[in-house]
Nanobody, 116 residues
Framework: VQLQASGGGLVQAGGSLRLSCAAS????????MGWYRQAPGKQRELVAL???????KYADSVKGRFTISRDNAKSTLYLQMSSLKAEDTAVYYC???????????WGQGTLVTVSS
């Protein structure tokens, strides 16, 4: 399984970014998919999760600002991020697995830097 995340970059506070994660080797339509992030000096945390059926779950810190979605035909996972804050600065990773364990497979991260 390969998960290739992209779309990170430098953005001003209040701005928006969309992350993408292209999957190969395993169908995303039959797996739960997630986005995690790890800020400097902190543990990796779950940001958003989407189930096989499209149900979603978000960390409290991003609710109302981030939206996770998937395009099964393109085997791609997305994370639309808006109203970005400095504390959103982190390396963002996509993952594949089950609803109870979404971190079976990992991709490489993409860095998001939000300047205040």
């Amino acid at each position: 399984v390969q998960l290739q995340a992209s779309g990170g970059g430098l953005v001003q506070a209040g701005g928006s970014l969309r992350l993408s994660c292209a999957a190969s080797g395993r169908s995303i339509s039959s797996n739960a998919m997630g986005w995690y992030r790890q800020a400097p000096g902190k543990q990796r945390e779950l940001v958003a999760l989407i189930s096989i059926g499209g149900g979603t779950k978000y960390a409290d810190s991003v609710k109302g600002r981030f939206t996770i979605s998937r395009d099964n035909a393109k085997s791609t996972l997305y994370l639309q991020m808006s109203s970005l804050k400095a504390e959103d600065t982190a390396v963002y990773y996509c993952s594949m697995g089950s609803w109870s364990r979404p971190d079976v497979y990992w991709g490489q991260g993409t860095l998001v830097t939000v300047s205040s």
